[in-house]
């Protein structure tokens, strides 16, 4: 039975590629050149077309990784695998495009078979490589060369350092695209409508009525019994209060009645008029649901109900709902 005491400690290990691959990228600090970033980052503003990424092997898994950044983040660009594109796929690439071809030695066949297609198609090409002397680099109208490093695989043959550095570099690449588009958390909410940041910023307060439905109303002069058995009915723990032309003129809530039943023994019978709160807040349905949470929070509120421009009511939402659609 094998021992489950691990004698060897691996955490040196660890730490030196961690040393190694930081120190890598910090030192891309020292290898780009300001005059061409700035050139890059300014063909593609102007770029008409698209960003194309094309790299093979692990340059094509970090080029997958920079088209899905920059295609989020405002950039439209695609991926095209070099043997795909041999075989047809250069057909996508038009001459309004930039190609970034993704090479650490810049010598990559299938990358460089594909440079004569894209001349004829027109398309400006962007080469990131470490041999800023390579055919790629010299056939490229611009080098973002990642510098002379060296692989943390101590057999110096697995891609490790250099994917990094390469993978930072498209990540800053993105990034000052990003602030250069004056790219804002809405418009990347917009290429995100599923995920949270998406549901944040783009969910309105007439999306979350529309989805629960829940529109709780009584007239002043209900009884408070009659706003009990609405307010379960809907599971609200609240009801609007409107006036004979069904605008809202307050909010009632389970927590009004309860501290009221200790002021009254006939208080089922009494109006819904006589224990309302007249002030309640009140929201439309264009607000943003993320900004109604927050309402809720600061003023440590549950219900909030929601009014047309007319002031009447059209529905009510609850912390719970906005809970449970996550935002």
Do not use: W
């Not at 290429?191 to 009584?218: C, E, F, M, Q, W």
Request: net charge negative; aromatic share 2%.
């Amino acid at each position: 039975m094998a021992s489950s005491k691990i004698s060897t400690s691996y955490l040196s290990s660890f730490n030196d590629v961690l040393e190694q691959e930081a120190a890598a990228i910090l030192a891309l600090k020292e290898v780009l050149e300001e005059e061409t970033i700035n050139r890059t980052i300014e063909m593609i503003l102007a770029c008409k077309g698209r960003v194309v990424i094309t790299g093979v092997g692990k340059s094509g898994i970090i080029g997958r990784k920079m088209n899905a950044t920059l295609a989020s983040t405002g950039t439209p660009s695609l991926f095209l695998h070099p043997a795909e594109g041999l075989h047809g796929d250069l057909g996508m690439v038009t001459k309004h495009d930039i190609v970034i071809a993704i090479s650490n030695s810049g010598e990559s066949d299938e990358v460089l078979r594909l440079i004569p297609s894209i001349k004829k198609i027109g398309a400006k090409m962007i080469a990131i490589s470490k041999n800023t002397k390579s055919t790629l680099a010299i056939k490229s109208d611009l080098v973002l060369s990642i510098g002379n490093v060296t692989e943390a695989c101590p057999l110096g043959l697995a891609p490790t350092t250099s994917t990094t550095v390469t993978l930072a570099l498209g990540d800053a690449l993105a990034i000052a695209l990003l602030k250069a588009r004056d790219f804002k958390p809405e418009d990347f909410a917009v290429y995100h409508p599923s995920g949270a940041l998406g549901r944040k910023l783009l969910l309105t307060v007439h999306d979350v009525v529309r989805s629960t439905n829940k529109n709780p109303i009584v007239q002043g002069d209900a009884t408070i019994k009659e706003a009990l058995f609405l307010m379960t009915a809907q599971g609200m723990g609240a009801t609007s209060v409107v006036d004979t032309e069904d605008k809202l003129v307050g909010i009632l809530t389970d927590g009004d009645i309860r501290r009221a039943f200790a002021l009254s023994d006939n208080l089922l019978l009494s109006n819904v008029d006589e224990l309302c709160n007249r002030n309640p807040i009140v929201i439309t349905a264009d607000l943003l649901a993320v900004d109604a949470l927050k309402i809720m929070e600061e003023r440590k509120i549950n219900v909030l109900p929601v009014a047309d421009s007319n002031h009447r009511p059209i529905g009510m939402i609850h912390i719970h709902d906005l809970m449970n659609l996550g935002i």
